[in-house]
């Protein structure tokens, strides 16, 4: 197919229209997978925008790379006209999603219960911190439910639990939001009927922590914390190169650990009897380890890595946020698109992690300036 055809193809969604009154991450991830797979999606900001346009620090990333192919349209909900508006918006989307915290749209009238009864077909996706529970009324950030959800624990070293380095439960969250509205949408088809979606921050981070429960509920043993685990696998860890660079290597059968000693040159450990199989080289690991160690040592990583490659042999340089703008995967495979920024700059961002039908679906239109939609959309809304 040339790229022309390509390009001229249909995404998914096209056709589903959707309005969102989100802020941060989790909601604003939601909107733009369902943007990214062609939907029309609004969001809705209060005047002078969404704060989380101006986040500094560790947020200042947070909408450039959550809010791409939306349009942006300014209501402020607190005043009647306003509501008015919103509600005769609401009216002409399929979907709306939500991530304010527990009461505040209803106080709004804005609520799943009050719109439905005027809009039965409306799928209404709320992200919350909790599923409905004794938990629901509670605030939730990403870090409170890594410390609750047995993630933080799990993480860091015995002692010292540590949460995970990005917003794992607020874009997996935004994510489950996003499935629920597609499967939504899937049974309205066959139905008529619109129903309300609900992804919660705390459930999210149980289900990534689902394995280790599950794991003490097979063996009757608490599950200990990654960096203090007893490994399965005999060389899974990160080693310390020549000039101190890092590397990772998971060498974990028994071809693999062979195809290590012939990489580093060490035939003596191949032939070792007391490291002929996994399991005898999982019991005196420390000591294996240590033995790697030195021989790695002598290694540089860029002499090192190709030949794990051709060996078959699992590895993994530890790479930093920022040398990734440069991966040579992420930018031969399409994984990095140029997007407009509504200051009128350019910048990278990180597309979806999927293929459908062979394409990476993209950046189709620049970052929404404040409110540029707005006279656009609401025009368009009866009264």
């Known amino acids: 197919m040339s790229n022309q055809a ?14 969102e009154f989100t802020h941060m991450v989790m909601g604003p991830t939601c909107g733009m997978i369902l943007a990214d797979l062609g939907a029309e999606v609004i969001k809705v900001e209060p005047p002078g925008g969404d704060k989380t346009r101006m986040l500094p620090g560790l947020g200042i990333g947070f909408f450039r790379s959550f809010n791409r192919n939306k349009k942006s349209v300014v209501i402020d909900v607190n005043t009647p006209d306003g509501r008015d508006a919103a509600i005769r918006l609401i009216g002409s989307c399929d979907v709306m999603l939500e991530n304010f915290r527990p009461g505040l749209m ?41 410390m609750m959800g047995g993630l933080s624990y799990m993480t860091g070293p015995v002692g010292r639990p540590l949460r995970a380095g990005t917003s794992v439960n607020d874009i997996m969250g935004g994510m489950f939001g996003a499935i629920g509205v597609l499967a939504a949408l899937r049974e309205r088809d066959s139905t008529g009927k619109g129903q309300e979606v609900q992804s919660a921050l705390f459930e999210n981070c149980v289900f990534l922590s689902a394995q280790h429960m599950q794991q003490y509920a097979m063996t009757g043993e608490p599950p ?23 590397l990772f290597i998971g060498a974990v059968s ?125 025009s368009r809304l009866t009264k």
């Open 6 to 19: 390509n390009n001229d193809r249909k995404l998914p969604l096209d056709g589903i229209r959707v309005v």
């Open 106 to 146: 209803a106080q709004l009238g804005l609520d799943y219960d009050t719109l439905s009864r005027v809009y039965p077909r409306l799928i209404y996706a709320s992200h919350k911190g909790f599923l409905p529970g004794p938990y629901e009324k509670r605030l939730a950030l990403d870090e409170v439910v890594q």
């Open 224 to 246: 200990m914390p990654m960096p203090a685990r007893a490994s399965a696998w005999s060389v899974y860890d990160v080693f310390t190169l020549a000039g101190g660079e890092q």
């Open 254 to 378: 028994d071809k693999q650990f062979i195809a290590l000693c012939d990489v580093l040159g060490c035939p003596e450990l191949a032939s070792d009897p007391r490291l002929a199989t996994n399991a005898l080289r999982v019991a005196i690991r420390p000591e294996l380890l240590e033995r790697l160690g030195a021989i790695l040592r002598d290694h540089k990583a860029a002499d090192l890595a190709p030949r794990l490659e051709a060996a078959g042999v699992p590895y993994a340089p530890i790479a930093r946020p920022e040398q990734l703008l440069n991966d040579p995967h992420l930018r031969a495979s399409g994984g990095l698109a140029v997007m407009e920024t509504d200051d009128g700059w350019s910048t990278d961002v990180v597309l979806l992690p999927i293929t459908i039908g062979g394409r990476r679906p993209g950046v189709r239109q620049p970052l929404a300036r404040v409110g540029e939609h707005t006279e656009e959309v609401l």
